[in-house]
């Protein structure tokens, strides 16, 4: 497994998730609790990637996420 990878197990469906460690950073965060514009901020200074890119796969991941069962929105702060 690459470096930084994680894996999840959605225990419903038994369905196995890598995710690479870009994705991987981005679910820790938002585990913390921190907002959608929290996490943009600490990814792009962590990671290189454009605002546009990030935008881009942190709606599609969510969106994904959100359609496994693996996570589901919550009301901004």
């Known amino acids: 497994m690459p470096d930084g990878a994680t894996l999840f197990v959605n225990l419903a469906s038994s369905q196995i998730y890598e995710m690479n460690a870009s994705a991987s950073r ?3 965060l938002l585990r913390e609790g921190r907002t959608v ?9 962590e990671f290189d990637v454009s605002p546009e890119r ?5 709606e599609r991941l ?14 901004s702060r």
Do not use: K
Not at 37 to 44: G, Q, R
Not at 54 to 58: F, S, V, Y
């Open 37 to 45: 514009e929290e996490v943009a901020t600490a990814i792009l200074d």
């Open 54 to 58: 990030l935008a881009d796969e942190t």
């Open 26 to 28: 981005l679910w820790s």
């Open 62 to 75: 969510l969106r994904e996420w959100a359609g496994a069962g693996l996570a589901e929105p919550v009301e």
